[in-house]
């Protein structure tokens, strides 16, 4: 039953490491999760201002070619459209200060390497709300 409520649930992976997208997409796939996978912040914002039906959730690495994690989740947020989609902070940065600001300012802050079962536990957690 749990795997029927979550069908219509969408993530969108925003990072420029493929693998990162391929792992999201295993993860979830058991779920019928829709996964969307975009390498950068400019494909973001053409995603969410084309879609009619806004993800559910974003994913978000913070270190990305040209506009950063930071600035992606900044702009998102200035937007009242956008602005109640969770975003948790999917980052290689691992030090302290990013940290305490993702977890401020996002849902979740999680480092990679991740254990793919943390991350879907922690995701359906924040998707159950």
């Known amino acids: ?14 990072d420029d490491e493929p693998d ?10 058991d779920l019928g999760y829709d996964i969307e996978h975009v390498e950068n912040g400019e494909k973001c914002f053409e995603i969410l201002e084309k879609a009619t039906k806004k993800p559910d959730l974003i994913l978000l690495d913070i270190m990305m070619p040209g506009m ?14 956008w602005e109640n989609i ?10 302290h ?3 305490n600001a993702g977890k401020f300012l996002g849902e979740d802050y999680i480092e990679k390497p991740y254990e793919p079962k943390d ?9 159950e709300k």
Not at 1 to 14: D, N, R, S, T, Y
Not at 119 to 127: Q, S
């Open 68 to 81: 950063n994690g930071w600035e992606v989740f900044k702009k998102i947020k200035e937007n009242p459209s």
């Open 97 to 99: 200060a990013a940290e």
């Open 20 to 29: 990162v997208a391929f792992t999201v997409e295993f993860t979830f796939r």
């Open 119 to 127: 991350l879907k536990e922690r995701i359906m957690k924040l998707l």
């Open 1 to 14: 039953m749990e795997g029927c409520i979550a069908l219509k649930k969408k993530i969108l992976v925003v």
């Open 86 to 95: 969770p975003i948790v902070f999917l980052t290689a940065r691992i030090d």
